[in-house]
């Protein structure tokens, strides 16, 4: 990976456009490796992409709503139990 690939993929982030697209890539990596049965994953990267842009307060709130959502979740009971 090339300085200048990962220049052009970071400045990308900044566009609404380009967010997308980057939420899309990540939403389609974690469905190859986690084929769609774990919550955590998908709630971690909604978090990092909500956030974007907030103030540190703001972007904690949405992270904290997550986290909480993904501890409560069917599948963290059962792998506390593991």
């Known amino acids: 990976m090339s300085d200048r690939w990962l220049k052009r993929t970071v400045r990308c982030a900044y566009t609404a456009a ?5 939420a899309r890539t990540a939403a389609q990596n974690l469905d190859k490796q986690t ?5 955590a994953p998908y709630l ?7 956030s974007f842009g907030l103030s540190m307060k703001q972007a ?3 992270e904290a709503k997550n986290f ?3 501890s409560t979740s069917p599948q963290s009971k059962v792998r506390v139990l593991v």
């Open 44 to 50: 971690a990267l909604d978090s990092a992409v909500a």
């Open 18 to 22: 380009g967010r997308w697209f980057v």
């Open 35 to 39: 084929k769609g049965k774990y919550p």
């Open 60 to 62: 904690l709130a949405v």
């Open 68 to 70: 909480s959502r993904a």
